[in-house]
């Protein structure tokens, strides 16, 4: 039975890929990070995740970071998120270094512990807008830190990317055949009351529940 640090961030990929992990038989520990985002909401649907799986749950606080990253829609105040589809680049949304941040702070906490992985749920067209998200990311990554953690954590401690080939909505059908409840996922990047709808994390949720043919539960501030 495989000790898993999976960082979770309340999102639809990284929630079922903690019910992935414990349907599979892992031993989870779900790990939140707040890095100064402006949805950081979204930790709640970690929390009820966690709950729901009764597997434990930390949200580490490196909100400082963020005042270290400007220029983005996430940890900048001053920049607006930006609707899909408009004039503004979807660039305005990426976080410098965002993965390598989060994941250098999870395998810290899973070499501390002598786990058996990091858990990241990365999904195939993240790499698009994001290259801390690839395939080619993860294995330089995971031979960074064989170096970095030689002789301190498990010889074959790495980073695991379970969905790294599927696409969203393939993620969303296993999703279901996991018994998700979707309406215990956040996605908005704009973090209000409710989900806006338009934003792209928003579009990107919207089509994917219509690709894989399931009923989308949630409930958007904008059609």
């Keep these: 039975m495989d000790r898993t640090v999976a960082v979770v961030s309340g ?5 079922v890929l903690a019910h992935h992990l414990h349907a ?8 939140s990070i707040d890095y100064g985002q402006r949805h950081r909401k979204e930790h709640e649907f970690a929390r009820r995740t966690a709950r729901r799986l ?3 749950h930390e949200v580490t606080d490196l909100r400082s970071i963020g005042t270290l990253l400007p220029g983005n829609a996430l940890t900048d105040s001053e920049v607006g998120v930006p609707d899909h589809g408009g004039e503004v680049s979807g660039v305005v949304n990426v976080v410098p270094n965002r993965n390598v941040i989060l994941l250098s702070v999870a395998f810290a906490k899973a070499a501390a512990e002598r786990a058996d992985n990091v858990a990241i749920g990365t999904v195939a067209g993240d790499a698009d807008t994001g290259p801390d998200c690839s395939a080619e990311f993860l294995a330089a990554f995971n ?3 064989r170096v970095a953690c030689a002789g301190f954590a498990p010889e074959n401690l790495a980073v695991i990317a379970p969905f790294i080939r599927m696409p969203k909505h393939e993620v969303i059908l296993l999703g279901e055949a996991l018994g998700v409840p979707w ?3 956040w996605s908005c990047f704009r973090g209000g009351d409710e989900q806006c709808g338009v934003c792209a994390t928003c579009y990107d949720r919207r089509t994917s529940f219509e690709k894989a043919n399931v009923q989308d539960p949630t409930v958007y501030a904008r059609d």
């Excluded at 999102?11 to 929630?15: A, C, N, R």
């Excluded at 599979?24 to 790990?31: A, D, K, M, P, Q």
């Design 11 to 15: 999102g639809m990929d990284s929630v």
């Design 183 to 185: 309406q215990e996922t």
């Design 24 to 31: 599979e038989g892992h031993r989870l520990s779900l790990l």
């Design 143 to 145: 031979a960074m830190e």
């Design 54 to 56: 009764n597997t434990p």
